[in-house]
């Protein structure tokens, strides 16, 4: 009986504890938990850990299920902070798993220091204190925390939009388009690129409040964001 019923209440477990560390990161850090609010929460099992686009937040309820309840928390501030500093919309051609890695280690001591929780081994180096995501990809070492021929750069949303990597769904439900995300060690919280339908809305609207690198591509020019 528990064969069939168990994988069920499992997502519902995990469900409610989604749920719960949602709020409570609104009670306790309104600043993170009013932006989780904006991204539509969607479990995910191509996901190795949580995602987001700027629109979505995929999280694997298997990783969730890892996590202790202020872990949870933080997690779901780290992976709000990646749109709210415009992550997913400053990639451009840059490497995706050294930009989630330049991403990673620019959000997660910001959420130390508004005294958050994050999981162990989460990137932090106090190298790259007060550093943009940029300024943090142009000194982490291409060789070691980039690897363009590895099949996790090819594991990014536009690829999968492009429906031609065999290797993406390997841990998902089986649809050709199931978003991915890069991985390194120590990532959490991935950051995809922003869906294409929503970047010409960025650059009217939530860009103006965003620092943004100077060779921003064409859809985002006439934003008032500044240049760093
Ligand atoms: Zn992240």
Redesign the pocket.
């Known amino acids: 009986m528990n064969t069939i019923s168990s994988p069920h209440l499992a997502a519902e477990a995990c469900e409610a504890r989604f749920k719960k560390a949602r709020t409570a990161l609104l009670l306790d850090h309104p600043f993170f938990g009013t932006l989780l609010f904006r991204l539509a929460a969607k479990p995910q099992s191509s996901i190795k850990t949580?995602a987001t686009d700027g629109v979505s937040l995929y999280y694997n309820p298997e990783f969730v299920n890892t996590l202790t309840a202020a872990e949870l928390q933080g997690t779901l501030a780290?992976?709000v902070?990646?749109p709210a500093l415009q992550?997913h919309a400053r990639r451009n051609d840059r490497d995706a798993r050294r930009w989630?890695m330049a991403?990673?280690y620019a959000?997660n001591p910001m959420l130390i220091n508004a005294g958050l929780t994050l999981p162990k081994d989460v990137l932090v180096d106090g190298r790259f204190a007060g550093m943009s995501a940029e300024e943090i990809y142009n000194r982490l070492d291409p060789e070691n925390e980039g690897c363009p021929d590895d099949e996790s750069q090819q594991n990014t949303s536009a690829d999968a939009k492009s429906g031609d990597s065999a290797k993406r769904n390997e841990g998902g439900e089986g649809a050709s388009d199931d978003p991915t995300a890069p991985e390194s060690p120590g990532?959490?919280?991935?950051?995809l690129d922003a869906p294409e339908e929503v970047v010409p809305h960025l650059s009217t609207s939530k860009l103006g409040n965003g620092k943004l690198p100077c060779n921003r591509p064409k859809t985002l020019r006439g934003s008032r964001a500044r240049c760093q």
């Not at 990532?187 to 950051?191: D, K, R, S």
């Open positions: 949580m780290h992976e902070m990646h992550h989630n991403c990673d959000i990532g959490i919280g991935q950051v």
